[in-house]
């Protein structure tokens, strides 16, 4: 009897690659985004001139402000690291069972 392994293995062979992809773009933005956001920051003496300069209830406004955008950037690497890890396990096993199937084979 001959079974044919040729479909499933590229299926999880793209299925690893895509996945591997598809997290290294994530990272990517993330990091692009937390990236600008620092640039954006304004130093503490920058803030606190400005501040002099404004009514003290608009102190408050200028103060550099992000952490929302800041945490859901982080979380996405984290996430994304993670994608990272389970799609490189795929081709991990993918590999594994090519080099079986080869021993096998022999």
Same mark, same amino acid.
Do not use: C, W, Y
């Given at each position: 009897?001959?079974? +044919?392994?040729?479909?499933? !293995? ?18 990517? $933005?993330?990091? !692009?985004?937390?990236? $600008?956001? $620092? ?10 001139? #400005?501040?002099?300069? $404004? ?17 859901? #950037? ?10 990272? +890890? ?11 069972? !090519?080099?079986?199937? !080869?021993?096998?084979?022999?």
């Amino acid at each position: 009897m001959s079974v +044919q392994f040729d479909g499933n !293995i590229n299926s999880a062979l793209m299925s690893g690659m895509l996945g591997v992809q598809k997290a290294s773009d994530g990272i990517t $933005q993330h990091s !692009i985004s937390l990236a $600008q956001q $620092q640039a954006q920051l304004r130093t503490p003496e920058d803030v606190l001139t #400005d501040a002099a300069r $404004q009514q003290l209830g608009m102190a408050g406004k200028m103060l550099p402000s992000g952490g929302d955008n800041m945490t859901s #950037d982080l979380v996405g690497l984290s996430l994304n690291l993670r994608n990272a +890890q389970a799609s490189t396990k795929v081709l991990e096993v993918v590999k594994d069972t !090519i080099g079986t199937l !080869i021993d096998e084979k022999a």
